[in-house]
């Protein structure tokens, strides 16, 4: 089983459709958790961390379930920009190695 | 500006032949990382270096070597030993490396991509 395991894409919708993305880890230790946005063919950039208790940025919110073991990202109100790769990140005590995701992609369509 | 930056965007390269990626930042970070990825992967981790003339290996250190002589510069070279080196890879620094005050954040270069002819 994979580390970190993330839903398989493409994700396609329309503008102004509201998306979730799951991911899930294998190690019940596992510590800190962050999403990263990649653009096609560009470096990873650090989107948001994800707090035990959810969090939210403007149109987007991480949320995440240890019982589970997974975290979840959900882009409301879809915008032709949020088109990219989605990297689910986690690592397994607070400032170790961080293991990524193959990630998710999304294209929002107009 | 403040940042990470790798050279050559694009290389590439014959069979048999060592190449070397460039990589430095100004960003005072203590920690630089070297990682690959392919098409529908993750990143995967090469080497890593936690502090200036240190460095580990990562989980595909195979067929790679870094050097750390400088705090700004972390270079890595492709040997031919490495089976299949096509490859986007990118360089990442943080501000202090496993163990410390990490918040998770990688600064990420712009990334190499190197082909093998």
């Known amino acids: 089983r994979k580390e970190v395991e993330q839903d398989p894409g493409p994700f396609n919708v329309p503008e102004g459709a509201t998306v979730a993305f799951n991911c899930t880890y294998s190690n019940s230790a596992s510590q800190s958790f962050f999403w990263y946005r990649q653009d096609c063919r560009k470096e990873p950039k650090l989107l948001m961390s994800v707090y035990s208790s959810g969090n939210e940025d403007g149109r987007f919110t991480a949320q995440l379930n240890r019982a589970s073991q997974y975290i979840s990202l959900l882009i409301r109100d879809s915008k032709l920009s949020d088109s990219a790769t989605y990297l689910c990140v986690v690592n397994l005590a607070m400032g170790g190695k961080l293991i990524f995701g193959q990630g998710t992609e999304l294209s929002v369509k107009p | ?117």
């Not at chain 2, 096509?86 to 998770?104: D, E, K, M, Q, R």
């Open chain 2, 1 to 117: 500006d403040g940042g990470i930056t790798q050279s050559p965007k694009y290389l590439f390269r014959k069979e048999g032949q060592n190449v070397t990626l460039s990589c430095e930042q100004n960003l005072n970070h203590d920690a630089m990382y070297w990682y690959r990825q392919d098409p529908g992967q993750g990143l995967r981790l090469i080497y890593y270096s936690q502090i200036v003339n240190d460095f580990q290996k990562g989980d595909i250190a195979e067929g790679y070597s870094v050097s750390r002589e400088k705090k700004e510069s972390f270079p890595l070279t492709v040997t031919s030993a490495q089976k299949n080196p096509t490859a986007f890879y990118l360089c990442a620094s943080s501000p202090t490396g496993w163990g410390g005050s990490n918040t998770g954040e990688l600064f990420f270069g712009e990334g190499s991509r190197l082909t093998v002819l």
